[in-house]
Nanobody
């Protein structure tokens, strides 16, 4: 089973931008979905953006559509999340995850491989 290691989390001002990266070890064939989830204090973990490793289909949470963009570099085996126009409500621990044969793309229970997370804090 592969490992996922996130990086790039930091503190930013509202309206700012930030890109998170996830370094993936192991082989992820076309049956996998890889994505970003987040968990704010006192809240459930929620799906933010996910991508098929097969055809690069993407899904986004409504709260981030138009502001966040997920991408994957197959050669480097990395997954990125570019975030712009950040809001205080985007403050959370962000996790990279991977799962096979995912049906409900933003459902955390569909994903079996998880990173340790990287903290994003957006101040107003």
């Amino acid at each position: 089973q592969g490992q996922l290691v996130e990086s790039g989390g930091t503190s930013v001002q509202a309206g700012g931008s930030l890109t998170l990266s996830c370094a993936a070890s192991g082989y992820y064939d076309n049956s996998y979905w890889m994505g970003w989830f987040r968990q704010a204090p006192g809240k459930k973990r929620e799906g933010v953006a996910t991508m098929s490793t097969g055809d690069s289909t993407t899904y986004y949470a409504d709260s981030v559509k138009g502001r966040f963009a997920i991408s994957r570099d197959k050669a480097k085996n990395t997954l990125s999340l570019e975030m712009v126009s950040l809001k205080p409500e985007d403050t959370a621990m962000y996790y990279c995850a991977a799962g096979r044969w995912v049906a409900s793309h933003l459902d955390e229970y569909e994903y079996s491989i998880w990173g340790q997370g990287t903290q994003v804090t957006v101040s107003s």
